[in-house]
């Protein structure tokens, strides 16, 4: 239970720095978010919870598989000016974006 606690510290607090980062230097904190920061935590944490090398692998697949599938997210925000959108907007058809790379990476990965 206390290594289960000191990942979601650990999650948090990145979070949280690249989210305050955001208001000093937003160019620098979206390179910090773009790394693959959790994945390379997730993955070795996974390894070691589980120890089986076949499930960390087609786990480590699923994330390659869907990092692609997530910048469907962002593409309301390059299209918000021209079409004159709020944020909410925006925001909202994000995470709709976002639910469509779902189907998606769940559609490629039944190939894995």
Not at 46 to 66: G, M, Q, R, V, W
Not at 69 to 76: K, N, Q, R, T
Request: aromatic share 20%.
């Amino acid at each position: 239970m206390l290594f289960f606690i000191l990942k979601i510290i650990g999650a948090g607090v990145i979070v949280a720095f690249s989210s305050w980062l955001a208001g000093q230097n937003p160019k620098l904190a979206g390179f910090i978010i773009a790394l693959p920061l959790i994945s390379l935590i997730a993955i070795l944490f996974s390894y070691y919870e589980h120890n089986d090398p076949e499930k960390t692998i087609l786990f480590t697949k699923s994330i390659f598989i869907a990092v692609p599938a997530s910048y469907l997210f962002f593409i309301p925000f390059f299209f918000a000016k021209s079409l004159n959108m709020n944020f909410l907007l925006i925001y909202a058809c994000g995470i709709a974006m976002l639910i469509i790379g779902y189907f998606i990476h769940k559609y490629v990965a039944n190939f894995l």
